[in-house]
T-cell receptor
Framework: GENVEQHPSTLSVQEGDSAVIKCTYSDSASNYFPWYKQELGKRPQLIIDIRSNVGEKKDQRIAVTLNKTAKHFSLHITETQPEDSAVYFCAASRSPGEYGNKLVFGAGTILRVKS | GAVVSQHPSRVICKSGTSVKIECRSLDFQATTMFWYRQFPKKSLMLMATSNEGSKATYEQGVEKDKFLINHASLTLSTLTVTSAHPEDSSFYIC????WGQGSSRKTQYFGPGTRLLVL
């Protein structure tokens, strides 16, 4: 089955700096890679996702890159702000919604943005 | 936007009782819902996949008689923790996959979670 590794487990950055979180996956058939942000006691919120037909996707200060050959994908947050502080989870799956397919999550990264 | 709700948000119960948690998709139909369990400072652990109109698929190590799942309609799945014990205390989160146009449009959204404390 799929295995997702996420690094680093904690990341502290100064406000305004960039933050990068990296994940690797094992199932070459995985084609959907979402990133979730979870604040303490709250639900995971989808912040960006990428599908295997593209190599990069950007939404304002957040971008995700995907390298299918190396089976890794990364989250990039630029101009970090204190409100970016949270736990971030990467995940991978085969086509979501199709029978038997399920998201496998990384262990999470605690991001602290220091002001 | 897509909304997934859960009820209750928090529950405290005595050991030995059963607790039912509801997961609803509010503005879309969800043929598939997932139930996760999350311990403090840990990742989400998939417990089971809930399929509308059929039996749930449980992950290895999850007792199906302990965690009963019923997905009776396209907008509701329930998780019942039977004969709860203190070790069942956890944060339980459901999620639903939006039925979009083609598999490339399907995305998974999470409910707000239910914090269960068993005394």
């Amino acid at each position: 089955g799929e295995n997702v590794e996420q690094h680093p487990s904690t990341l502290s950055v100064q406000e305004g700096d960039s933050a990068v979180i990296k994940c690797t996956y094992s199932d070459s058939a995985s084609n959907y890679f979402p990133w979730y942000k979870q604040e303490l006691g709250k639900r995971p919120q989808l912040i960006i996702d990428i599908r295997s037909n593209v190599g990069e996707k950007k939404d304002q200060r957040i971008a995700v890159t995907l390298n299918k050959t190396a089976k890794h994908f990364s989250l990039h947050i630029t101009e970090t702000q204190p409100e970016d502080s949270a736990v971030y989870f990467c995940a991978a799956s085969r086509s979501p919604g199709e029978y038997g397919n399920k998201l496998v999550f990384g262990a999470g990264t605690i991001l602290r943005v220091k002001s | 936007g897509a909304v997934v709700s859960q009820h209750p948000s928090r529950v405290i119960c005595k050991s030995g009782t059963s607790v039912k948690i509801e997961c609803r998709s509010l503005d879309f139909q969800a043929t598939t819902m997932f139930w996760y369990r999350q311990f403090p400072k840990k990742s989400l652990m998939l417990m089971a996949t809930s399929n509308e109109g059929s039996k749930a698929t449980y992950e290895q190590g999850v007792e199906k008689d302990k965690f009963l799942i019923n997905h009776a309609s396209l907008t509701l799945s329930t998780l019942t923790v039977t004969s709860a014990h203190p070790e069942d205390s956890s944060f339980y989160i459901c999620s639903a996959v939006i039925w979009g146009q083609g598999s490339s449009r399907k995305t998974q959204y999470f409910g707000p979670g239910t914090r269960l404390l068993v005394l």
